[in-house]
C-alpha cells in the first residue's frame, strides 16, 4: 500500500503529465530529470569539504566528488553510481542525497560522473566502474585513510553498474567490505508482478525506462549477457557481502528480491531490507517524505555493521 506522505506527490506528478518517451529528446529527458530532483532535494548537509576531482583511468579523465562529513570516521570509503536509466544523472543530480548518506553514516563518500549513454553506450559505464574500483584500491590514500574498506553504492542504474562492477572484480582483493544495492534495474525485459502493478504511475515509468535501454544497449542484443541482466549470472561466489534496498510499490521491486536470493544462492552474505509504502527513488524524496530519512538511518546502521564485520 503506497505510504500517505508519497500519495500527494504521485498524484502531483500525474497531473503536471510527463514528457512523451516517444518524442523527447535527450537533453528534454536530461533536463527534466535535474529539474525533478532539484526541486526534491531540500536542505542539503553541511560537509566539512567537498571536492571536485579527476582521475586518470586507462587515458580518459573522469569526474569524481569526493564529500568528507563533519564527523568522519576514517573506517570506509563509500564509492558512489547515480542513478537515471543509464542515460541521465550527474553529479549535481545526486548531491543531496550523498551528502545525507554520508553525514549519516559518517563515512566519505566517492561520487562517480561515469560516462552515460547514448553518446558512450554499453558497456562503457560498467567499463568506468570496474576502473574506478581498481583506481581507488590503488590509490586509497588519495581518497581516505590508508586502512579504511571500500564499500560500492549504487541507485537504480547505478545499482545495476555497482553490483556488476564488484562481480567483475570479485577476485582481486580490492578491499571491498560491501555492496549496497538501491532499488535496482536488473535488466531491460521486466515481466514481473511488480513491474505489472506499479510500471505506471508510481515515479518510474516503465516505458520511458524501456526507451533508456534501447539508448543504453545500442547495437548490442545478447540480453542474456550478465553484465545487462544480472539475474543471468552464473557465478556469484565471492562477490562482496551486500544490502539489498527494494521498495514496495517499486516496478523494479521483485527483480531486487529475486537477485538478493541469487547472491544468497552462491553464498554471498545479503541483507534484504524493503521500505514499506515507498515508491522508486524514494531516498531523494526525505525533504517532504520524513520516514525516507528513518530508512536513510537505518542503512547506515547496517552499513557500519558490514564494516566491522570485515575488519574483525
Sequence with gaps: MLHPAIEPLVRAASERGRIVPSTASLEDRRRAYREQLVALRG?????????ELLINLNGRDLGVRLYVPLHAEGKALVVFFHGGGFVAGDLETHDALCRRLAADTRMRFLAVDYRLAPEFPFP?????AVDVLRYVSGHLDEFDDRGSRIIVMGESAGATIATVACSITRGED?????????????????LTDSAHNYGEG??????????????????????TDERISPLMSGDLRGAPSAIVLVAECDPMRDEGIAY?????????????????????GFLRLGSVVPEALEIVDDLAVHMHRYVEDAAS
Aim: no cysteine; net charge negative.
Design 124 to 128: 562503457a559505464g560498467i567499463e568506468d
Design 260 to 280: 538478493a536470493g541469487l547472491l544468497e544462492h552462491f553464498g554471498v552474505k545479503v541483507e534484504l531490507l524493503e521500505a514499506k509504502g515507498m515508491v522508486h
Design 174 to 190: 580490492l578491499g571491498v567490505a560491501g555492496q549496497v544495492i538501491i532499488y535496482p534495474t536488473l535488466g531491460p525485459e521486466m
Design 202 to 223: 508510481f515515479m518510474l515509468d516503465l516505458e520511458r525506462l524501456r526507451l533508456d535501454y534501447g539508448d543504453y544497449l545500442g547495437e548490442w542484443t545478447d540480453h
Design 43 to 51: 536542505e542539503v548537509e553541511p560537509m566539512a569539504s567537498v571536492s
